[in-house]
């Protein structure tokens, strides 16, 4: 992060990592230490003024639970 906000970056573009997230391959298990380290990501990004831009389809319902 402080790279990123020493070469003055504006936007950070990822990726999820799925299996992170959904270890079982689908919706029937989370894995909450997924979630948490993408909302930790998300919330260092933004208290530095970069904007996260996720650059896979993300599940409408995953992306309200991530943003809450």
Known sequence: ND???HIAVDF???S???PRILPDGHGNRINQAGIDYYNKLIDL???NNIQPVVSSQVNSNLLDF???
Do not use: G, I, M, Q
């Open 45 to 47: 990004l933004v208290a």
């Open 66 to 68: 991530l943003t809450k």
């Open 3 to 5: 790279l990123l906000t």
């Open 16 to 18: 999820f990592s799925w």
């Open 12 to 14: 950070y573009r990822f």
